[in-house]
């Protein structure tokens, strides 16, 4: 996000050349990776068939799951009203760049990292708690570039991801039932009568904090805060008597060391690539009246983009192929994630990816797993395999959160041990598979929470009480997401190394130590 100013006309972003892989099968062997064509700088055109009966408002033809029962349709008619009027949120030329990145994650040329909040809550906005999540993704990133030698593709759950789906429409606490809360742009977590009617006026202020916090981004990804001689200073300060942090301060001063060298032999430290870095929002696409408010038709390629963020995704229950949501998400420009729980078919999987992604454009779709362990490494490789025999190119990312919460002692938590265990099972089933894993996405924050338990952190049961503030589902501290990152470290060096020498990595034993002389 290296940001164009409000009002400014986007150019079309050139993709440089480049190789992807896909995966496909033959009948002999097992999935391996094939050649495709270079990333498209457009996800399609506005010609494409499948555009010509899609519009921003064709959406309400179809059936739209997890919506709010607004009580007065004018107020909310207004609210729409306000918001399409407001100028975008993000820009098209930023979302085609994005596009070009997720690409590369799906031929293991980078690495996405995703992460934030469950749900972005009113009474906790603050410039404070935004810094800390994007030095906590900086932080992470640092990591994985060290360690697998491969950019980072870095999103934040963040400036949009308010609204929530329920598994219920009420909510029922000693014997009184309301509506559920479903993130503060449409009602309040208080348990009253008042606070849980969806208000109509919650969506212009979420309006206005994305604004507000995509500000912020705009100037910690540009104006220097994101400089590679700071690295040191992204510390997190509860952090620094940690594992993680004096793992983190041992990686950054060898960092700090290459840069002194850089530096002598001519670098120019006030370069762009020195000073800054590329930045991307996202969230569920799932309150359909304010996606089609903020969705803008874009003059340099007739193409109609959800300006409410650079990733938008669709959710688990949400993703039915004759629904509402698949028919807004197919017709915008964005790059799309999809969630897929152990329930997916993988028959299913193949017809929604393309409703998705029609001209098979690499870089369009990312496929989101979230099955827990064990479930991951019995369903996984099968929609794997069902993807590559249909040729279909995506990038495949591990959410190693929602398939891992349960209810310790009153609190809804994860355990770190699940976590990490769901994301080594998605890699272990990548590498044998011959296939790619292009990221992970998490719930997780900058501030110091006891939310999950286990990990380096030691937030044991008795702890969930101490600093448990999410309004929603629990997340992963900084200590717990950057353990995770170390992890992801060797997962991706070996990567790395063993496609810088030739080597499959299916072929390599487990517990192999690779050497480089």
Not at 115 to 123: I, K, L, P, R, T
Not at 231 to 248: I, K
Not at 447 to 455: H, L, N, P, Y
Request: net charge neutral.
């Amino acid at each position: 996000m290296r940001g164009a100013g409000v009002g400014a006309r986007t150019a079309p972003f050139r993709c440089p050349a480049a190789t992807s892989r896909a995966v496909s099968r033959t009948p002999r062997g097992p999935l391996r990776p094939r050649a495709i064509a270079a990333p498209s700088a457009v996800p399609f055109l506005p010609s494409a068939d499948h555009l010509q009966e899609w519009g921003p408002q064709s959406w309400k033809q179809r059936e739209a799951l997890q919506q709010p029962n607004y009580p007065n349709q004018a107020e909310l008619d207004e609210a729409v009203a306000q918001i399409a009027a407001f100028p975008p949120l993000v820009f098209a030329g930023e979302c085609r760049t994005l596009q070009s990145r997720v690409a590369a994650a799906a031929a293991g040329e980078a690495f996405l990292v995703q992460g934030g909040d469950c749900a972005e809550a009113f009474s906790q906005f603050n410039a404070n708690r935004i810094r800390d999540l994007f030095r906590l993704l900086l932080q992470m990133s640092v990591v994985l570039m060290y360690g697998g030698g491969v950019p980072v593709v870095k999103i934040g759950r963040l400036a949009g991801q308010f609204a929530k789906p329920r598994s219920a429409d009420l909510e029922t606490v000693d014997g009184q039932s309301l509506p559920s809360y479903r993130g503060d742009i449409i009602n309040g977590p208080e348990f009253t009568p008042e606070a849980r009617v969806p208000n109509p006026a919650r969506l212009v202020r979420g309006y206005n904090q994305s604004a507000a916090t995509l500000n912020l981004l705009r100037g910690f990804a540009t104006g220097g805060y994101a400089a590679l001689d700071r690295v040191m200073q992204w510390n997190l300060d509860f952090t620094r008597g940690s594992e993680e942090g004096r793992a983190y301060r041992d990686l950054a001063s060898r960092i700090e060391e290459s840069i002194t060298f850089m530096r002598a032999c001519g670098l120019d430290m006030h370069s762009a690539i020195m000073r800054e870095t590329d930045f991307y929002v996202s969230h569920e696409a799932l309150l359909l009246d304010y996606e089609a408010a903020l969705t803008r038709e874009d003059s340099t390629t007739g193409l109609w983009y959800g300006c409410s963020g650079h990733f938008l995704w669709c959710g688990e229950r949400t993703r039915q192929l004759d629904g509402a949501h698949v028919e807004y998400l197919r017709g915008v420009g964005n790059p799309l994630g999809v969630k897929v729980s152990d329930k997916a078919d993988p028959a299913d999987l193949v017809a929604l990816i393309a409703a998705l992604n029609p001209e098979n454009t690499p870089g369009r779709l990312a496929v989101i797993v979230r099955m827990g362990a064990a479930k991951l490494r019995e369903r996984l490789p099968a929609l794997l395999a069902a993807v590559g025999a249909a040729g279909q190119v995506v990038t495949w990312i591990c959410d190693p959160m929602h398939g891992n919460t349960e209810a310790v002692q009153g609190y809804k938590t994860r355990r770190f041990e699940n976590v990490r265990a769901e994301l080594e099972a998605f890699f272990d089933v990548h590498e044998a598979a011959g296939t790619v894993p292009g990221g992970m996405h998490l719930e997780m924050t900058g501030d110091d929470v006891t939310e999950c338990i286990g990990g380096g952190a030691a937030v044991t049961e008795l702890d969930l009480s101490s600093r448990y503030h999410t309004h929603c589902d629990p997340r992963l501290n900084a200590e717990q997401a950057l353990e995770l990152a170390f992890y992801c470290f060797g997962r991706t060096r070996k990567w790395s190394l063993t496609t810088a020498l030739g080597v499959k990595i299916s072929e390599v034993p487990p517990g192999t130590t690779i050497c480089v002389m």
